[in-house]
C-alpha cells in the first residue's frame, strides 16, 4: 500500500507542478529539527542510520513540509540505490545567504553520463538490469519544489564512491 500511495503522491505533485498549482506555506524552521523527524520508516526500519552532520542551529525560511518531501526522497534513493551501505549522512551547512542540505551515501555512484539526465520527468537510472520500483518522478518533483523556493539541486557523484545529492535554498525569500 505504502508503495501505490507514493506512486500516487508522485503522479498528483507532478500534475499541480506541470499546472502551476504547487502552493507553498513559508515558516522559519530549524532545519536539523525537520531532518530528526524526518524518514521516521527509515530509522524504524534499523537498516541505515542516518547520521547528521553540520550546524545544529540553523534555520531556514521555506515551506517545511515540501522540504521535507525532497529531504525523504533523497533518502529513500539512498536507501533504494545503495541498500548495502548502512550510513547515510544528512548534512547541514551555512553558506552566507543560502543554506546547503546533502544526503550523502557511499553507494555505487552514478556515471557522469546519467548524471545530467537525473533531474528529468521519468528518468531512471539503470543498474545492468536491476529492477526499482517508482516512477522516475521524485528527483524531477524535488527539482521543481527547490526551484519553486528560489534554490538550486544538484548531485555529486563518482561511480564506486558513492553520492551526494544537494539542495540549496536562500535563507529569506
Known amino acids: 500500500m505504502d508503495k501505490i500511495t507514493y506512486l500516487i503522491d508522485d503522479l498528483l505533485n507532478t500534475t499541480r507542478t506541470n499546472q502551476g498549482q504547487l502552493h507553498l506555506n513559508f515558516s522559519e524552521f530549524t532545519i536539523v529539527d525537520m531532518l530528526e523527524k524526518c524518514c521516521h520508516h527509515i530509522r524504524m526500519g534499523g537498516k541505515h542510520k542516518l547520521t547528521l552532520q553540520g550546524d545544529q542551529g540553523l534555520k531556514m525560511w521555506a515551506d517545511e513540509v515540501r522540504i521535507d518531501q525532497v529531504v525523504v526522497n533523497l533518502v529513500n534513493n539512498a536507501v533504494k540505490y545503495a541498500p548495502d551501505q548502512r550510513e547515510i549522512y544528512l548534512i547541514v551547512e551555512d553558506l552566507g545567504d543560502w543554506v546547503k542540505v546533502s544526503v550523502k551515501d557511499n553507494g555505487p555512484g552514478i556515471s557522469k553520463d546519467k548524471l545530467a539526465h537525473l533531474f528529468d520527468r521519468y528518468y531512471r537510472v539503470d543498474y545492468s ?11 524531477y518533483i524535488s527539482a521543481e519544489i527547490i526551484k519553486k523556493h528560489n534554490g538550486k539541486i544538484g548531485v555529486d557523484s563518482e561511480v564506486g564512491k558513492g553520492s551526494t545529492f544537494w539542495f540549496t535554498l536562500p535563507k529569506k525569500t
Open 129 to 139: 538490469g536491476v529492477q526499482y520500483s517508482g516512477l522516475g518522478l521524485g528527483l
